[in-house]
């Protein structure tokens, strides 16, 4: 009989494009979602969890502006049906607010928190799971629900620790967008103001060649490189083509030279006080119809967040945000981190964006036939914990429990007692459960759990009712940088009375909070 070949050991690796999350990264995200919660709560938004699984026929065509439809998840068949891991937060509230419509209060106010899955190719600081923080409107057409999504996030944002002057919420409308394509001849007058270039074109544009529609999405994915390239590369990529820093060239439109100008006019429209901002982008789009009212809703954004104290010391309207292709359909937002962190290259460079948002009216009408206005806000939890870790907000380190160190095993009773007492008192603690047959290996544990205190009972202490207590933080100065002196006046280790315990506990652990 054949010798049965032994089954490999599994490898014990992290899948491509994860990660694990330990202890202080776990700690801090959970702390950073409760106080962006407390900030939606206080909105009067509801919490929802909806499931991880959606059917295929739910999420319909997969992340914002991929064509191919199975692009972009992790799908699997189940009895003939196609599920697939939630790729975003907003297509599972489609669902739901179709769903559970007749139940609802309309508008219906929800926020949500949690992880999400893309099947997309992995790069540094791209991970396939992350976590995203929502909130959205659902059934409210004013753009007033915009401008309370916008003060709202600049609350959040502060109220995690970024401070004001550090960060910028910029706002525009992709209905101005239109009126630019409209100004080029490359969006249908008769199109729906309310609507995309790429919903626009399906449903009102049936004249419009497919050369043209090409030409628009690529005039929407110039303007959100104007960051990069400035005025004079958008230029270039909107005519012959761009040769980039790396040297490779990047094909342009094909615009003539005349019809550029709407286009930088557009761009440079932004001016440090709002009316003339306005003002600059009633005279870019022309006499657009649809461009016209994207002017007005943003006039009408400004005025009610202004009414509300927020100025453009935080919110600012700024005509190069685009914010994807076919996914928003009026007001869209973006909140930009503006201190400086240095890169990978060890170049100093700005944070960047940290959370994002918009209009999206067509989304809950693929399951209605009725359109719903919607508008909505995202932020990058990993993102947003960066920026705070950068700022010094974060340490990436979290404080470990005191440690109930075991001098004798049939005591350990006695030593779960003071663990008990400590937790009790809301100290975290516990007790040291390893071979305690060599004490060394106790502080060497302790050191590891990043422990602030030890507690020592031998049976001498045990007798006299007192325990010794080892400040660990202060002896790891004392040892590093402390003179003799220093070290004999400032001893890492007191003996107490237990039943002073907690409270020595505490002094202990407050000195060094």
Same mark, same amino acid.
């Given at each position: 009989m054949a010798k049965q070949k032994k089954q490999p050991r599994p490898k014990a690796e992290t899948p491509k494009g994860f990660r694990d999350y330990f202890g202080a990264e776990v700690t801090e995200r959970s702390e950073m979602l409760r106080k962006i919660a407390e900030v939606y709560?206080?909105? &009067?938004?509801? +919490?929802?969890?909806?499931?991880?699984?959606?059917?295929?026929?739910? #999420?319909?065509k997969f992340l914002p502006d991929v064509d191919r439809p199975n692009e972009g998840v992790f799908a699997f068949d189940e009895d003939g049906t196609w599920l697939a891991l939630r790729y975003d937060m907003t297509a599972p509230l489609a669902r739901v607010a179709a769903q559970f419509r007749n139940d609802l209060p309309s508008p219906y106010r929800r926020y949500t928190m949690?992880?999400?899955?893309? /099947?997309?190719?992995?790069?540094?600081?791209?991970?396939?799971?992350?976590?995203?923080?929502?909130?959205?409107?659902?059934? %409210? +057409?004013?753009?007033? =629900?915009?401008?309370?999504?916008? =003060?709202?996030?600049?609350?959040?944002?502060?109220?995690?620790?970024? =401070?004001?002057?550090?960060?910028?919420?910029?706002?525009? /409308?992709?209905?101005?967008?239109?009126?630019?394509?409209?100004?080029?001849? *490359?969006?249908?007058?008769g199109a729906d103001p309310g609507r995309t270039v790429d919903s626009a074109v399906k449903q009102a544009m049936r004249d419009v060649t497919l050369s043209n529609l090409e030409k628009a999405q690529g005039v929407l994915r110039t303007l959100?490189?104007?960051?990069?390239? @400035?005025?004079? @590369?958008?230029?270039?990529?909107?005519?012959? &083509?761009?040769?980039?820093?790396?040297? %490779?060239?990047?094909? @342009?439109?094909? *615009?003539?030279?005349?019809?550029?100008?709407?286009?930088?006019?557009?761009?440079?429209?932004?001016?440090?006080?709002?009316?003339?901002? *306005?003002?600059?982008?009633r005279n870019a789009v022309g006499r657009s119809k649809i461009g016209q009212r994207g002017v007005s809703e943003l006039e009408e954004i $400004?005025?009610?967040?202004?009414?509300?104290?927020?100025?453009?010391?935080?919110?600012?309207?700024?005509?190069?945000?685009?914010?994807? #292709?076919?996914?928003?359909?009026?007001?869209?937002?973006?909140?930009?981190?503006?201190?400086? $962190?240095?890169?990978?290259?060890?170049?100093?460079?700005?944070? &960047?964006?940290? %959370?994002?948002? @918009?209009?999206?009216?067509? #989304?809950?009408?693929?399951?209605?036939?009725?359109?719903?206005?919607?508008?909505?806000?995202?932020?990058?939890?990993?993102?947003?914990?960066?920026?705070?870790? %950068?700022?010094?907000? *974060?340490?990436?380190?979290?404080? &470990?429990?005191?440690?109930?160190? $075991?001098?004798?095993? =049939?005591?350990?009773?006695?030593?779960?007692?003071?663990a008990s007492t400590l937790?009790?008192?809301?100290?975290?603690?516990?007790?040291?459960?390893?071979?305690?047959?060599?004490?060394?290996?106790?502080?060497?544990y302790a050191d590891k759990r990043r422990s602030p205190v030890a507690i020592i009972q031998g049976s001498d202490e045990a007798e006299r009712g007192v325990v010794q207590l080892k400040d660990l933080i202060l002896g790891a100065k004392l040892a590093q940088d402390a003179t003799l002196e220093e070290w004999k006046s400032q001893p890492a280790q007191t003996e107490v009375p237990l039943e002073d315990l907690v409270a020595q506990v505490r002094a202990m652990i407050d000195r060094h909070a």
């Amino acid at each position: 009989m054949a010798k049965q070949k032994k089954q490999p050991r599994p490898k014990a690796e992290t899948p491509k494009g994860f990660r694990d999350y330990f202890g202080a990264e776990v700690t801090e995200r959970s702390e950073m979602l409760r106080k962006i919660a407390e900030v939606y709560h206080r909105y &009067g938004f509801d +919490p929802l969890e909806t499931s991880g699984v959606e059917t295929v026929e739910a #999420l319909g065509k997969f992340l914002p502006d991929v064509d191919r439809p199975n692009e972009g998840v992790f799908a699997f068949d189940e009895d003939g049906t196609w599920l697939a891991l939630r790729y975003d937060m907003t297509a599972p509230l489609a669902r739901v607010a179709a769903q559970f419509r007749n139940d609802l209060p309309s508008p219906y106010r929800r926020y949500t928190m949690g992880p999400v899955w893309r /099947n997309e190719k992995p790069g540094p600081g791209r991970f396939r799971q992350f976590y995203q923080c929502d909130a959205d409107t659902v059934g %409210a +057409p004013s753009v007033a =629900a915009d401008a309370e999504i916008c =003060a709202m996030l600049s609350d959040c944002l502060e109220a995690v620790g970024i =401070a004001r002057g550090d960060y910028v919420i910029r706002v525009n /409308n992709r209905k101005v967008l239109n009126g630019v394509l409209d100004q080029l001849g *490359l969006v249908d007058q008769g199109a729906d103001p309310g609507r995309t270039v790429d919903s626009a074109v399906k449903q009102a544009m049936r004249d419009v060649t497919l050369s043209n529609l090409e030409k628009a999405q690529g005039v929407l994915r110039t303007l959100d490189k104007f960051d990069k390239v @400035g005025v004079d @590369g958008v230029r270039k990529l909107l005519t012959t &083509g761009l040769l980039d820093s790396s040297g %490779a060239f990047i094909e @342009g439109i094909g *615009l003539f030279e005349d019809q550029v100008e709407p286009v930088v006019s557009f761009l440079t429209s932004r001016s440090d006080d709002s009316a003339k901002t *306005l003002s600059n982008l009633r005279n870019a789009v022309g006499r657009s119809k649809i461009g016209q009212r994207g002017v007005s809703e943003l006039e009408e954004i $400004v005025v009610l967040l202004d009414a509300a104290g927020y100025g453009p010391d935080r919110i600012i309207i700024d005509p190069s945000v685009v914010r994807g #292709l076919g996914y928003y359909t009026g007001p869209v937002y973006e909140a930009e981190l503006t201190f400086d $962190v240095q890169n990978d290259k060890g170049q100093t460079v700005q944070f &960047g964006s940290v %959370a994002g948002g @918009g209009r999206y009216d067509d #989304l809950v009408k693929r399951f209605t036939g009725q359109e719903v206005p919607a508008t909505g806000v995202s932020i990058g939890v990993d993102r947003l914990l960066a920026a705070l870790r %950068a700022t010094g907000k *974060l340490k990436g380190e979290d404080a &470990g429990p005191v440690i109930v160190t $075991v001098m004798d095993r =049939a005591r350990m009773a006695e030593y779960q007692a003071m663990a008990s007492t400590l937790r009790n008192a809301g100290i975290r603690a516990e007790v040291y459960l390893g071979n305690p047959k060599n004490f060394g290996n106790q502080l060497k544990y302790a050191d590891k759990r990043r422990s602030p205190v030890a507690i020592i009972q031998g049976s001498d202490e045990a007798e006299r009712g007192v325990v010794q207590l080892k400040d660990l933080i202060l002896g790891a100065k004392l040892a590093q940088d402390a003179t003799l002196e220093e070290w004999k006046s400032q001893p890492a280790q007191t003996e107490v009375p237990l039943e002073d315990l907690v409270a020595q506990v505490r002094a202990m652990i407050d000195r060094h909070a």
